[in-house]
């Protein structure tokens, strides 16, 4: 078996490049339906309400729903196959964590007096650690190519239909570029230190003989470690709800903005009450695009803390004392 590469992508692309082919062309296939349901919405209220053309409506009714089932069952088909890819690929990890750890392991270490293989620290990578890390293959192309897809294709007609409206839109959500990445590396800083000091807290129990801590009390370098992963996850959850609260201030803006400045045009005559519905549809369907590259962004950062973390523990492999 060949070594973990350093880039937990290139991990992901070598063991899983053909079934992420296929949900990278079932990806493709949604991204032209992502404006369709807006546009048939727009000729609803503007040509088939507006006309009273009632063969019109049935027509358009169907073609929605058509669109519709076409879009569900492209999507059930990329889930299930993303699903596919992170099982097979929690399964590949702890084939490729084991060979790190037992078959590679240089013999003169595990022979080494009174030593051997920390197989607590070994469970834990073979099991949590390697699920968590794989559950987020499935995603790790598709994922940002579907969410920025949709994003480009509601935009781009929404600036077809009425560029101006939609300018105000992108306005009102374009502080999202620069709060997410400030906000993401103060996260990804304090997950890795949180991550290291879980570490040490472990390594100060197995270093300690068990004679030495039962029946006493706490030792202060015990509890000052335990403070510390106190205070780093407060001061994680306190950046992740900031991030989360500005955002979604910023995603609730863009319809009331569009409705208010639509409505002035309708008014003025400028524009018809259609695009205007096709408008806020189009913020809603914008609203779970954004919350979910937001999300992706942050299962990529972590995704790349936990390999890394995860290669140098194998390569390192954790020793105890056994005497």
Not at 15 to 35: D, E, F, S, Y
Not at 131 to 143: D, E, I, P, V
Not at 173 to 184: H, M, T
Request: proline share 5%.
């Amino acid at each position: 078996m060949a070594e973990m590469p350093h880039s937990v992508y290139k991990y992901i692309l070598k063991n899983t490049k053909r079934k992420q082919g296929i949900v990278i062309i079932l990806t493709l296939a949604l991204l032209p339906l992502a404006p369709v349901p807006l546009e048939i919405q727009r000729r609803i209220l503007d040509e088939a309400i507006a006309q009273k053309d009632a063969e019109l409506l049935v027509v358009l009714a169907l073609f929605y729903v058509g669109a519709l089932l076409l879009g569900a069952g492209l999507k059930f088909l990329m889930k299930l196959q993303r699903e596919y890819i992170s099982a097979g690929l929690v399964h590949s990890l702890r084939q490729s964590l084991y060979h790190c750890i037992y078959t590679v392991t240089p013999p003169s270490r595990l022979s080494q007096k009174g030593e051997s293989i920390d197989e607590g620290a070994v469970v834990a990578m073979l099991t949590s650690e390697a699920q968590k890390l794989g559950g987020f293959a499935g995603s790790a192309f598709s994922g940002p190519l579907l969410q920025l897809g949709t994003l480009v294709s509601v935009l781009g007609y929404m600036f077809w239909i009425e560029p101006l409206v939609a300018s105000i839109a992108l306005a009102l959500y374009s502080p999202q570029l620069l709060i997410v990445p400030l906000a993401q590396m103060r996260m990804n800083t304090l997950t890795k230190n949180t991550a290291l000091t879980v570490r040490e807290l472990g390594g100060f129990i197995v270093d300690n003989a068990e004679h030495a801590l039962v029946g006493k009390e706490p030792p202060q370098e015990y509890l000052g470690l335990t403070d510390r992963i106190l205070s780093l996850r407060k001061k994680f959850a306190l950046t992740k709800n900031t991030m989360k609260s500005i955002n979604n201030l910023l995603i609730a803006l863009g319809p009331f903005g569009v409705t208010v400045y639509g409505g002035y045009l309708v008014i003025n005559g400028e524009t018809e009450i259609g695009v205007i519905l096709a408008f806020v549809s189009g913020l809603e369907r914008l609203a779970g695009p954004i919350r979910e590259l937001i999300e992706l962004y942050r299962e990529v950062a972590f995704a790349r803390i936990r390999y890394g973390l995860l290669l140098e523990a194998a390569k390192h492999t954790p020793m105890v004392k056994t005497s």
